[in-house]
């Protein structure tokens, strides 16, 4: 059972999730074709440290507002299932 509808309160904080899980991947997805194009160490490190804060903010807010419940998910469930689009 997807999250939203096992814990319809925490439908927010789950949309927010979602929200960074698609700006990291567009942070990432630019940071490989930096990789394609050969760019100078000093321009990776720049996508680099773009996208750390951004992590580091994703997983303390996930820690913040998710405590309990990845003690309660079956870690044997599908994750498209359990979690949705990621």
């Known amino acids: 059972m997807e999250l939203s509808v096992r814990y319809p309160a925490l439908r927010h904080t789950i949309a927010k999730l979602a929200e960074d899980h698609q700006l990291v991947a567009l942070l990432l997805g630019q ?44 870690p044997d469930a599908d994750p498209h299932t359990m979690f949705g689009p990621l």
């Open 31 to 74: 940071l490989e074709q930096a990789l394609d194009r050969s760019v100078p160490a000093s321009e990776l490190m720049s996508h680099v440290d773009g996208i750390a804060p951004i992590m580091e903010s994703h997983f303390r807010y996930e820690e913040r507002e998710l405590p309990d419940v990845p003690a309660e998910l079956d």
